[in-house]
């Protein structure tokens, strides 16, 4: 989920919290485990900050080590720590039950977007991605400041949170079953084919499609049950060649394809420059497909250049290389 969702359900675990007879009844406790629940709910993001290395790096590594087992056990630990040495007065098991919850939650949340996260790791390096909640969902952050709000105005924490819960439960419940109707759809409409994708966007009724049939690539947007294909691609295997094997050294290239379950290949030459292209299929917006990842190799088949992101024209494509060039 977003910064922002993952806020106010840290805010709104820390309401919930008033169950708890100990966090209740102690103020000193409550406000500490108010903080853990907002810092643990947050705490998994810190990763993000590999972006001002690179976007090899962060795509690579984003949701992955930081949403593991072993983060889930540490960072509340960790957390719980430093709040106790500021608030010595805090009860130290409670303050860790509530901010190990709130990490809990933060990397469970995440397994349902389109993104996912390696949250078995060190038992398995795969992206766990259920795909029915888009990274920002506006009801459910919507719901989420409701709840807060009738909390500020002396509504009961612990029944605001819980019927919050049971609503926003029902509504997971829902989305699994859209899912599952825009799935039967798809099959229907695309009988040929061995793999579907389907993403959520910011809209209720509208999701992204990509499908792979033995002999090509399909992709699409699903209005409700309404199924429109817009692009259809050549299923071909890229090229075993010395170019190729060249490029597939780069970085860029590297963590593209550690990303990217559903990508067609582009090989081209300008003046004395290769250019080998992978482009995901799951994110065409406005008949462009903004996710890429691309290097240049002179004619020894060295790397002159490279890039791997998010990219929603050529003019700035080729601002980002020529930048990386330099």
Same mark, same amino acid.
């Given at each position: 989920?977003?910064?922002?969702t993952?806020?106010?359900?840290g805010?709104?675990?820390?309401?919930?919290?008033?169950?708890?007879?100990?966090?209740a009844?102690?103020?000193?406790?409550?406000?500490?485990?108010?903080?853990?629940?907002?810092?643990?709910?947050?705490?998994?993001?810190?990763?993000?900050?590999l972006?001002?290395?690179?976007?090899?790096?962060?795509?690579?590594?984003?949701?992955?080590?930081?949403h593991?087992?072993?983060?889930?056990?540490?960072?509340?630990i960790?957390?719980? =720590? &430093? !709040?106790?040495?500021?608030? #010595?007065?805090?009860n *130290? @098991?409670h303050?860790?039950?509530?901010? $190990?919850? /709130?990490?809990?939650?933060?990397?469970?949340?995440?397994?349902?977007?389109?993104?996912?996260?390696?949250?078995?790791?060190?038992?398995?390096?795969?992206?766990v991605?259920? =795909? &029915? !909640?888009?990274?920002?969902? #506006?009801?459910?952050? *919507? @719901?989420?400041?409701?709840?807060?709000? $009738?909390? /500020?105005?002396?509504?009961?924490?612990?029944?605001?949170?819980?019927?919050?819960?049971?609503?926003?439960?029902?509504?997971?419940?829902?989305?699994?079953?859209?899912?599952?109707? &825009?799935?039967?759809?798809?099959?229907?409409?695309?009988?040929?084919?061995?793999?579907?994708?389907?993403?959520?966007?910011?809209?209720?009724?509208?999701?992204?499609?990509?499908?792979?049939s033995?002999?090509?690539?399909?992709?699409?947007?699903?209005?409700?049950?309404?199924?429109?294909?817009?692009?259809?691609?050549?299923?071909?295997?890229?090229?075993?060649?010395?170019?190729?094997?060249?490029?597939?050294?780069?970085?860029?290239?590297?963590?593209?394809?550690?990303?990217?379950?559903?990508?067609?290949?582009?090989?081209?030459?300008?003046?004395?420059?290769?250019?080998?292209?992978?482009?995901?299929?799951r994110?065409?917006?406005?008949?462009?497909?903004p996710?890429?990842?691309?290097?240049?190799?002179?004619?020894?088949?060295?790397?002159?250049?490279?890039?791997?992101?998010?990219?929603?024209?050529?003019?700035?494509?080729?601002?980002?290389?020529?930048?990386?060039?330099?």
């Amino acid at each position: 989920m977003d910064t922002g969702t993952h806020i106010v359900m840290g805010i709104a675990l820390g309401g919930l919290a008033m169950i708890d007879p100990v966090v209740a009844t102690h103020p000193v406790t409550a406000t500490a485990v108010v903080a853990g629940a907002i810092v643990g709910s947050l705490a998994p993001d810190v990763d993000t900050v590999l972006k001002l290395r690179n976007n090899a790096v962060y795509i690579r590594h984003h949701r992955g080590i930081t949403h593991s087992i072993p983060a889930v056990l540490l960072w509340p630990i960790a957390i719980t =720590g &430093v !709040i106790h040495f500021i608030v #010595p007065e805090a009860n *130290l @098991l409670h303050l860790w039950l509530w901010t $190990f919850l /709130a990490v809990f939650l933060h990397v469970f949340v995440d397994i349902f977007n389109s993104y996912g996260t390696q949250a078995l790791r060190p038992f398995s390096s795969k992206w766990v991605a259920l =795909g &029915v !909640i888009n990274t920002f969902d #506006p009801i459910i952050f *919507l @719901l989420h400041v409701v709840a807060l709000m $009738f909390w /500020a105005f002396g509504a009961n924490p612990v029944f605001t949170i819980l019927l919050l819960y049971g609503i926003v439960f029902l509504y997971y419940l829902l989305r699994f079953s859209v899912q599952h109707a &825009v799935k039967h759809a798809v099959r229907n409409t695309l009988p040929s084919a061995e793999e579907i994708i389907i993403a959520p966007t910011i809209r209720f009724f509208q999701w992204r499609i990509a499908a792979i049939s033995k002999t090509h690539h399909y992709v699409g947007r699903a209005y409700g049950r309404s199924i429109n294909i817009y692009d259809k691609f050549d299923r071909k295997p890229i090229p075993d060649s010395p170019l190729v094997k060249a490029a597939l050294q780069d970085k860029n290239l590297q963590a593209f394809i550690s990303f990217s379950p559903i990508y067609r290949w582009e090989i081209a030459q300008h003046e004395h420059i290769h250019e080998v292209r992978l482009i995901d299929l799951r994110y065409r917006s406005n008949d462009y497909y903004p996710f890429v990842a691309v290097v240049h190799l002179n004619e020894d088949l060295e790397i002159l250049n490279s890039y791997t992101g998010w990219i929603f024209s050529e003019d700035k494509l080729r601002k980002k290389l020529d930048f990386m060039s330099n």
